[in-house]
């Protein structure tokens, strides 16, 4: 079946802090994948996505991921956070060609940065 | 401004009262979908569209009915609203068939009572 988990539900770091935020997915095919970012009261908005090529993506404010094919992993990252970087991460997944309609999220990691 | 708008973005009902959410998109985007977000969930497919006339289920398509008649619009109806169907729901739209970025609405807050 195909689904993306991320595995921690809450993350709670200081500022300066390194971030690691876990993606793994479980669909069948080349896929493109995602992050997106849900600031308090605010709707998603695109953070990096990887459709093919390079596999370290870098996003906007500070942030990158890196595919990892063999592992079927998509991890977030960001060398150090600030308190506006507060916020729920999802992780999306989908197909390529006929498959690409349908999108798959994770349940989303909340991120609580300590000022 | 390049925008997906919905409305309304609160929204209280009683069971079995009809109901529809709009949703508008001006950026001549092909690919509109419906998403509900529910805590501990994430936020999942309802139903798609990849063109004007062309709708697909996602993953969780019961109660719930959908149309596009125009490029820019995609109305997400309730027929007969229920409970469980309480939650956030987003309406997003994509240049191509989905693989590319999806622009989200503001979301709207549905309670059925």
């Known amino acids: 079946a195909q689904s993306v988990s991320q595995h921690n539900h809450h993350v709670i770091l200081s500022e300066a802090a390194s971030l690691e935020l876990g993606c793994n997915y479980s669909y069948g095919g080349t896929v493109n994948l995602f992050w997106y970012v849900q600031y308090p009261g605010q709707h998603l908005q695109l953070l990096l996505k990887?459709?093919?090529?390079?596999?370290l993506v870098k996003g906007i404010k500070g942030f990158e991921a890196e595919f990892i094919k063999s592992k079927f992993s998509f991890n977030l990252r960001k060398p150090s956070v600030q308190w506006s970087d507060t916020a729920e991460y999802f992780c999306a997944v989908n197909g390529q060609g006929s498959s690409a309609s349908k999108i798959i999220f994770g349940s989303g990691t909340r991120l609580s940065i300590r000022p | 401004e390049a925008q997906v708008t919905q409305n309304p973005r609160y929204l209280i009902t009683v069971t079995g009262k009809k109901l529809t959410v709009t949703c508008s998109q001006n950026?001549?985007?092909?690919?509109m979908s419906w998403y509900r977000q529910d805590p501990g969930l994430g936020l999942r497919q309802i139903y798609y569209?990849?063109?004007?006339?062309?709708?697909d289920k996602g993953d969780v398509p019961e109660g719930y009915k959908v149309s596009r008649k125009e490029k820019r619009n995609f109305p997400l109806i309730l027929e007969s609203p229920s409970p469980n169907q309480t939650s956030l729901y987003f309406c997003?739209?994509?240049?191509?068939?989905?693989?590319?970025?999806?622009?989200f609405g503001p979301g709207t807050r549905l309670t059925v009572l």
């Open positions: 950026m001549n985007h092909e690919y």
């Open positions: 997003a739209s994509s240049p191509p068939s989905g693989a590319d970025t999806q622009y």
């Open positions: 990887y459709f093919s090529g390079d596999p």
């Open positions: 569209s990849m063109n004007v006339e062309v709708t």
